[in-house]
Every structure is written in structure tokens, then in C-alpha cells.
DNA sequence: CTGAAAGCGCTTACAG
DNA sequence: CTGAAAGCGCTTACAG
């Protein structure tokens, strides 16, 4: 016979021969316990592993101190791109920002299609709010969110007229530091290659490019303004188009680090030496930024801190009703290509 | 007042004229429940939307019905790379089936260094079993599992005299698929471009590779054989270093797409022509691998079957017991570099 | 500061 | 086939 372990509050109270409440309350740190009696059953616990079950006590408090992170099935999706590598490195942060708080982090990948998946996950008490990326017919699922005023946070720009929780990164400040450093460096025909010109994180970068420019002194030409897709295939044909007809070109700003590597490519393929003719600035700083040829000069965000802040402040929402909306700033990584 | 919703199984009872019991009961399709009392109450549970609660399902189960994906938190991580757009796919295969059985997919992010983490979440009730992908540590966090015989199941190959859980792909094939189409459109010199030696996948594909060649009734030239990591840099080094000593080489086999894509870069600038003076195989078959130059031809893995593997036969340990050790198959993607 | 007791919402052995 | 009752392991209002 091993010895009995210790697996509920009932065994610690009778080893320290005190009640159940007592115990319980002494785990909690409640203050209503006295500190000699707390450490004792601290240590007792420690010294058993006592580990208090979590069904329980969820049961109890009506909480499932669990924050789900929704996301979508990847049925006909063929590979894996700059939103996936972004995602991949938010979830870190977020369950730092988690963690603090002693939450659990629960991935929920659910359809598209489908607007019931936020009562199920909450009537069953398996999660307590939830953690949204650009998705898919996103507005569809805020829509159902809020109709039944379920507790969560979005990575990105909330509109105007909406009030939840959102974390973003300062898209305006980005384009702007781009577009500064570009001119500080002398370029004046500056090519905005843009991803689609109906998302807002794509035309706060315009606007940010467009202040640095007008700071500048400067007027942007329309001609040299652009909008594809985030995707390598976009960037290639854009750039292809754009330096075809503006020979005179001498910089882009792509929206993204894939369009930005692209456009290195094709610009070389055409003639141009990067950066004397012709200077390339991304956005995002994945790891393929470092390896492109050459190294791709981008703008950062601090994604571990994006993802802490998801989760705090969806947090501070589900416990004291704050609607928080933060923005984190953008820095220019300098490498080679700008 | 708005119309008072159905929160419990008591509830629904009420509204249907049951017992509490024959409403659990109907809900988990008990046998012992007639076909029409069943249907009458899941009628009345869709209708009023009812979900029943599962924090106090599983405390009465004694089951969290819940698998915790293990990985490591970024702390010092600058990027992300290969491993990590893997694990993304694998993730959404995990989740596809865990959803078949009605599990949760719980991110763990556990310090690399710490081996309580097992203990944490199983006391706890918070997961009943775990899945590890290639991780730091992981033979540390192996023996800490079958220690204190934790359910779990990995994403490799186990060592021969372990028993526990796993799915691996099968690297022998891939690399002998790999090697297979090059001697087939007659190349002689091939490169063999390895990750880290120590790795059993890399030994395998070595085995793999070399296997391809006695059959065709040729002997490897050793000096042909390198080994690295599986990144970029590494990949960049090796083929100059290989070409610059053997500029005889009319084939590279890579272990990932990293590496590859390096080669392909590398062997262009040393003026090759690809696939015409020197052919490239990479492996893994992530997005990149389409976009390179020229597209890569790649040992592709069925990554979401992985992960619903790694899924169903974690549950199926858990609910009886069997032990699985299976490998999936390796096809070769073939695009414009061999 | 501490304890006895009720309650959270399920499941299931037992009795019919 | 159905129900009353005990039990899962916590938390906390209430009483002291």
C-alpha cells in the first residue's frame, strides 16, 4: 500500500485538524484567516502536492476561469501565411497575460458560418469571454457577440460607434514612422503598396504615411498609391505594375512583410539594386524579414505585449465592466533593404 | 421581465415532467431512456437552448474532458520558424479531433526547465491527458510523464524500449521518396543536407535516403553527407561549404524547407541553374515552399491527419488503455526544383 | 478568527 | 423504463 495521498480540502483539514472552510479559505488567502494558521496549511498543502480541483471550485464560483481563443478550422486552407506566424506568437503572449491571472486558455476553433458557438462555450461555463483575431467575417461575429453580450476583446481597430475591448497596433504611427524614415533618407517617390483599402489597420498606415508626407511638405501622388492583398502573389504583381509604369519610383511601403520580400524580388529581377535604387520597408517583423536578401528593413510591433494586454484587459472587463480600447506603438526595425 | 431561461437539467425537468435523471440520461443518449421520452427532451433543450454545465459534469465524471497541447512560453525567442508554423497546422488537426470525441484543447505553456507541470494540471482536474510536440527538453519531460504515469502521446519517433503513445511521419520513406526522384531523372551526386544529426527523424530520413540508393545499386559518397539545423542560416552554410568542395553535386536533398530555400539561393548566386545544373528537395511542404524560386519540390507530411491522431489515439489510451505508436505516410510534392 | 451546513449542477447506484 | 437520493469537491453566508 502506498501512502494515501491527500486529494481534496476535506483530508488537508483533517490532517491539520482544522474545518473544510478554514482550508479552503486559507488557500484563497482570504483575510479572514490568520496569517500562523494560512502558512501552515500552505505548507501542509505543499508538502501533500495538494492540488484543489478545478471542477469544483468553477462549480462553486460560477466561473470557468477559462478565456477562449477563437479561431477557424483550416478545412480547404492549403498553407500557412503572415496572419497564422502573427497569430502563432500573440497566443504567447496572451497566455502570459493569462497565466498572471490564473487563467486557462482554451482554443476554440469554430466555423465561420456558425453564430452559436458564443452561447455554447458560455452556457456550458467553458469559457468566460473570448479573444478574437481577424477572422472571417469578423463583423458577423461581433455581431453575435454583442447581441448576446458576451465578454470578449478583439485584436484590431473597433469602429467608432461600437463599445468593447480592443487591443491594436498603432497603424497610423507605423505608416508614419515608414514614410519618415524613407524621406530622411532622401527618396521623394515613394510607392504605398497597401493590402485591401477596405480594412482600417490598412487605412490608418495610409493616413500615418500620408501625415509624414504632408510634414513633410511634400503631396503625395495617387498614382504611386496601390492595394492587394497581404499575400506574396500580391506584392509580386503590384510591384511588377507599379515600377512598369512609375520607372521613377525610388521606395515602397508594403503593408506586409510578404509583400515586402515580393517586391524585393521582382525590383531585383527588373534591375533595381536594393536599397541605392530603390528602398523596400515592410510591415510586421516576422522571422522571414532577417532572411530575405536583403534583410528586410520593417516595421514592429510588440506582439508578446499585444497579447498580454488581450488578455488583462479582457480580464479587468469580465471582473469590474471596463472597456478598455489601447493601441501599442510601432517601431521601425532598420536592417538593410531601407 | 423577460422570459426566465432554462439554466439546469432541474429546469428542463420541470418543463417536461420528468425527473432530473431521466433528463441527464436523455441528454447523454442512455440506453435505459425510451426513444420518444429522448426526443421529447432534446426538443425542449434546443428550444430553450439549454447546454448543460460542464464544470459540474465533469466534477460528478471525475473527468476534465480536456487535453492540454504542451509547449514552451517565447520568453527569449526573437522569431518564429519552421517548428512553429508546423505546430500551428498540427494544432488545427488536434482540435478536429478532439471536437469528434467532445474534448477541449487547452494551451499549456510550461517552463522547459520545470517537470511539475504534469502533476498541476492532472490534480487539478484540468486535463486528463497531454500532447508534445518536438519540444526543448523533451526526453526531461518524457521521463517526468511516464514517472508519474501521465497520459500523454508525442510527435515523433519514441525510442524503441518506451511505451507510450505517439505519431510520427515516417521520415525513412520521405527521405527514400526524396531520393528515388532524383536518381529517377538521373542524378549521381546527391547532397545529402541534414538537420542535427542526434535527431531520430534525421537519422531516419538519412536511413531512407541511403536505402533509395543500395537499391538502385549505388554506394553514397560520404563526403556528400552533412548535417546542420534546420534553419536558413544553417542551410546557407552547408551548401556553400558542399558546393565549394564538391562542385561535382548535381542534387540537394534538404531536411526542411528552410534549408532548401537557402540552397536554392546559394547555388544561384554560385551560378547554378536550378533544377538544371543542380536539383534541390526540401521537406515539410510549408506555404514558402510555394513561393521560393523556383517553387520547391518537397517531402510533404499529411499534417492535419497528424493532428487528429495525435488526438483520437491520446482519447482512445484513455478510455482503454491501448498503446499507439503510428506513422504516417510521405508523399513527395513535386513543383519546378527537381 | 473558525466551523457546520447549504448549495453549485451534474451523474448514477439503487430501488421500484 | 423512471425517480429519489447520495455524492462529486469546492465556496461562502450565517452563526458563533
Chains 1, 2 share one sequence.
Not at 318 to 323: D, F, H, M, S, Y
Request: charged fraction near 20%.
Amino acid at each position: 500500500m502506498t501512502e494515501k495521498t491527500v486529494q481534496t480540502i476535506a483530508d488537508l483539514a483533517r490532517l491539520a485538524g482544522v474545518s473544510k472552510s478554514t482550508v479552503s479559505r486559507a488557500l484563497s488567502d482570504s483575510p479572514l484567516i490568520g496569517e500562523e494558521t494560512k502558512e501552515r496549511i500552505r505548507a501542509l498543502a505543499r508538502e501533500h502536492d495538494f492540488q484543489i480541483n478545478a471542477s469544483a471550485s468553477r462549480l462553486s464560483l460560477k466561473e470557468s476561469r477559462t478565456i477562449a481563443f477563437v479561431s477557424h478550422p483550416y478545412y480547404q486552407k492549403k498553407g500557412f501565411g503572415v496572419a497564422d506566424l502573427f497569430m502563432l506568437e500573440i497566443l504567447g503572449g496572451i497566455s502570459t497575460g493569462l497565466a498572471k491571472s490564473h487563467y486557462d486558455l482554451l482554443m476554440a476553433y469554430v466555423d465561420p458560418s456558425d453564430t452559436e458557438w458564443p452561447a455554447r462555450y458560455l452556457k456550458t461555463g467553458r469559457a468566460d469571454g473570448f479573444i478574437l483575431m481577424t477572422s472571417t467575417r469578423k463583423q458577423h461575429h461581433i455581431k453575435a457577440l454583442v447581441e448576446m453580450k458576451a465578454p470578449f476583446i478583439i485584436w484590431g481597430t473597433p469602429p467608432a460607434n461600437q463599445c468593447f475591448c480592443s487591443v491594436t497596433g498603432d497603424n497610423f504611427g507605423g505608416g508614419k514612422l515608414a514614410a519618415e524614415h524613407l524621406l530622411r533618407s532622401g527618396r521623394r517617390k515613394i510607392a504605398f503598396l497597401g493590402g485591401p483599402a477596405e480594412e482600417l489597420e490598412v487605412q490608418k498606415r495610409f493616413e500615418g504615411f500620408q501625415s509624414a508626407h504632408l510634414e513633410a511638405g511634400l503631396t503625395l501622388d495617387p498614382a504611386l498609391v496601390t492595394y492587394g492583398w497581404f499575400s506574396n502573389e500580391s506584392g509580386t504583381e503590384r510591384t511588377r505594375t507599379l515600377l512598369e509604369q512609375h520607372p521613377e519610383i525610388d521606395a515602397i511601403f508594403a503593408n506586409s512583410d510578404f509583400m515586402a520580400i515580393a517586391a524585393l524580388r521582382v525590383a531585383q529581377e527588373m534591375g533595381r539594386r536594393i536599397p541605392d535604387d530603390l528602398a523596400v520597408i515592410g510591415y510586421d517583423n516576422l522571422t522571414i524579414a532577417e532572411d530575405s536578401d536583403p534583410p528586410l528593413t520593417t516595421v514592429s510591433q510588440n506582439i508578446p505585449l499585444a497579447g498580454k494586454l488581450l488578455a488583462q484587459n479582457l480580464i479587468q472587463y469580465l471582473q469590474t465592466g471596463v472597456v478598455t480600447n489601447v493601441s501599442i506603438p510601432a517601431e521601425l526595425e532598420i536592417r538593410k533593404s531601407a
